[in-house]
Antibody, heavy 122, light 111 residues
């Protein structure tokens, strides 16, 4: 049974770097059918796609965040990670890691982690 | 401002039918990309409710159905139950962004 678990600091200071890791259990990151991504949700607001990584290391980023985001994968550790630089209060959100498929029809986010709240504050 | 537009809230009495609309553009829904729907209960992660416009994952009741036409899609919930009270999000792929786009979410209240 696939499980995804986010981990990382819950509090980050403004202008610093937010770093989160997602650990995958119950499935292989190397499965060619799936992609691994991050989605965030500011308190009381909607969902925003941050970016996606494939097991080969190929990455796809939301253009609005692309200059500040790096997503990487370490298949040997069954983990993928998110780094978001120069954070501000606007980056305060629940961050979800999730697995999605990619087809001609688009992305389907089938499995999600429980989410982790990251607050940006001094 | 979300790329896909949903009504902020809808409501209905138990047993009634409600629909939630999702309006996009020619670079996402109108470009023939699939629409997926997610249900999110308070304090939990989203869960896929419908995928590829009108396909239900195992375990999702057939009270939930979806449709798509032009640059819009909709989610219909028939025979409303108290347990359906949640936030609902539509999602598609946008070729301009080369990635996922979500609606702003719709809060369903069962009266």
């Amino acid at each position: 049974q696939l499980q995804l678990q986010e981990s990382g600091p819950g509090l980050v200071k403004p202008s610093e770097t937010l770093s989160l890791t997602c650990t995958v259990s119950g499935a292989s990151i190397n499965n060619a059918h799936y992609y691994w991504g991050w989605v965030r949700q500011p308190p009381g607001k909607g969902l925003e796609w941050i970016g996606t990584v494939y097991y080969t290391g190929n990455t796809y980023y939301n253009p609005s965040l692309k200059s500040r985001v790096t997503i990487s994968v370490d298949a040997s550790k069954k983990q993928f990670s998110l780094k978001l630089t120069s954070v501000t209060a606007a980056d305060t959100a629940v961050y979800y890691c999730a697995r999605h498929t990619k087809s001609r029809g688009g992305y389907t986010w089938g499995h999600w982690g429980q989410g982790t709240l990251v607050t940006v504050s001094s | 401002q979300s790329v896909l537009t949903q009504p902020p809230s809808v409501s209905g009495a138990p047993g009634q039918t409600v629909t939630i609309s999702c309006t996009g553009s020619s670079s996402n829904i109108g470009a023939d990309y699939d629409v997926n729907w997610y249900q999110q209960r308070p304090g939990t992660a989203p869960k896929v409710l419908l995928y590829a416009n009108n396909n239900r994952p195992s375990g999702v009741p057939d009270r939930f159905s979806g449709s798509k036409s032009g640059t819009s899609a909709s989610l219909a919930i028939t025979g409303l139950q108290a347990e359906d009270e949640a936030d609902y999000y539509c999602q598609s792929y946008d070729r301009s962004l080369s990635g996922s786009v979500f609606g702003g979410g719709t809060k369903l209240t069962v009266l």
